[in-house]
């Protein structure tokens, strides 16, 4: 029988093909002291950034440097494209889906030639961020997940 009480858990994955980080080794004092949440980077090796979760696709950035996911849970995952990439203004960057659209995990979201963004940008580490994280409470991330889960969230 199904418990109403029960929380549900919702896995996040990695966004993107690399190697997963600690917000600690984003170049970028804002991600790194979690100012606008908690969670992981990724190092990407691709340039085919996908939602990490399953939701509400409910920001995509006129820039297309970034986009957020809402999980059916109410969890907000924040993908953040490189360090400094507002700054391009969206050149180089292709956007795949708009903002409103119910989105799966895998789906790409953005792309973008990831070897032209690295010349013009101070880095291309891409912060994963729960920014509501005073509604939801977070694993700790497995640096170590590859093609698993990197997350798990709950609501409070």
Do not use: W
Request: net charge neutral; proline share 6%; hydrophobic share 40%.
């Amino acid at each position: 029988m199904l418990n109403p009480f029960k929380k549900i858990t919702e896995s996040v994955y990695s966004p993107v093909s690399g190697r997963i980080v600690s917000l600690d080794e984003v170049p970028d004092p804002v991600f790194a002291k979690r100012s606008v949440g908690d969670g992981f980077a990724v190092i990407p090796t691709d340039g085919s950034f996908r939602s990490p979760v399953d939701g509400e696709l409910v920001l995509v950035a006129k820039t297309r440097h970034a986009f957020a996911v809402r999980t059916h849970e109410g969890a907000e995952i924040l993908v953040h494209i490189g360090i400094d990439t507002v700054t391009l203004k969206g050149e180089g960057f292709t956007g795949h889906r708009q903002a409103g659209e119910t989105v799966s995990r895998g789906d790409i979201i953005i792309s973008c030639d990831l070897d032209d963004m690295q010349s013009k940008v101070p880095s291309m580490v891409t912060p994963v961020l729960l920014t509501n994280g005073a509604k939801f409470g977070m694993t700790p991330p497995d640096f170590q997940a590859g093609a698993a889960s990197v997350i798990t969230v709950r609501k409070k």
